[in-house]
T-cell receptor, first 110, second 114 residues
Framework: GQNIDQPTEMTATEGAIVQINCTYQ??????LFWYQQHAGEAPTFLSY????GLEEKGRFSSFLSRSKGYSYLLLKELQMKDSASYLC???????????FGIGTKLQVIP | GAVVSQHPSWVICKSGTSVKIECRSL??????MFWYRQFPKQSLMLMAT?????????EQGVEKDKFLINHASLTLSTLTVTSAHPEDSSFYIC??????????FGPGTRLTVL
C-alpha cells in the first residue's frame, strides 16, 4: 500500500513565501505530482518530479528527495488567488496509477 | 494543452435510478482513463482504471457491479452508477494521460442522489 502525508491546513500572508511538505511511503516509486484544486473544481497540474532536486516554474517550485520519501511545494509572492487545496500525488507500481494525499488547504490572508 | 471533458457537469437523481457519466479526451487518444471520487473535504480516491477494449480494473472496496465502466473507444469512457443511493452522492472526476505523460483531469461531475 501507500501512505501519503501532508498538513491539512496552512495560512500565509499575501506576498510571502509558503512551503507545503509531503512525505510518502511506497514501493515502486515512479514520480510525484503536485496539483492545485479550487473548491468545486477539478485539480490542475502544477509540477511533476521523478528525479531528486528542485524544479522551478515561475512562482512555484517543487523539490523531491527519493531517499527520504519527501517532497515540498514552494509558493513565492503569494497572491489571494493562490488560496486553494494543494494535492500531493504519487505514481508507483502499475502503469500511470496515481494515489493522492488528502490535500493541504492553503488560505492566503491580506 | 490536452483537454478532457465530462458530461454532465452535475446531475440530481432519485434513489434507485442509474446515472451515466461520460469522459472524453478531446484532442488525444487515451487507451487508459481513470475514475476518481471525491467526498467533501477529502482527497481524490481512485475507483477504477478504465482500459480501452478490455475490462476495467477496480480498486479494493469498489463494487464493480455497482460502478459499471465501459471504455468503448480511444476517446470515451463511461461510468454508470447503478441503483444509486444517497451515499453515492459525490464529485466524480476522470483523468487521462496524453502521450507526453501529462495527466489531465476532466472538470468533474457532481452527483446528488435524493
Amino acid at each position: 500500500g501507500q501512505n501519503i502525508d501532508q498538513p491539512t491546513e496552512m495560512t500565509a500572508t499575501e506576498g510571502a513565501i509558503v512551503q507545503i511538505n509531503c512525505t510518502y511511503q511506497t514501493s515502486g516509486f515512479n514520480g510525484l505530482f503536485w496539483y492545485q484544486q479550487h473548491a468545486g473544481e477539478a485539480p490542475t497540474f502544477l509540477s511533476y518530479n521523478v528525479l531528486d532536486g528542485l524544479e522551478e516554474k515561475g512562482r512555484f517550485s517543487s523539490f523531491l528527495s527519493r531517499s527520504k520519501g519527501y517532497s515540498y511545494l514552494l509558493l513565492k509572492e503569494l497572491q489571494m488567488k493562490d488560496s486553494a487545496s494543494y494535492l500531493c500525488a504519487v505514481r508507483s507500481g502499475g502503469y500511470q496509477k496515481v494515489t493522492f494525499g488528502i490535500g493541504t488547504k492553503l488560505q492566503v490572508i491580506p | 494543452g490536452a483537454v478532457v471533458s465530462q458530461h454532465p457537469s452535475w446531475v440530481i437523481c432519485k434513489s434507485g435510478t442509474s446515472v451515466k457519466i461520460e469522459c472524453r479526451s478531446l484532442d488525444f487518444q487515451a487507451t487508459t482513463m481513470f475514475w476518481y471520487r471525491q467526498f467533501p473535504k477529502q482527497s481524490l480516491m481512485l475507483m477504477a482504471t478504465s482500459n480501452e477494449g478490455s475490462k476495467a480494473t477496480y480498486e479494493q472496496g469498489v463494487e464493480k457491479d455497482k460502478f459499471l465502466i465501459n471504455h468503448a473507444s480511444l476517446t470515451l469512457s463511461t461510468l454508470t452508477v447503478t441503483s444509486a443511493h444517497p451515499e453515492d452522492s459525490s464529485f466524480y472526476i476522470c483523468s487521462a494521460f496524453d502521450r507526453t505523460d501529462t495527466q489531465y483531469f476532466g472538470p468533474g461531475t457532481r452527483l446528488t442522489v435524493l
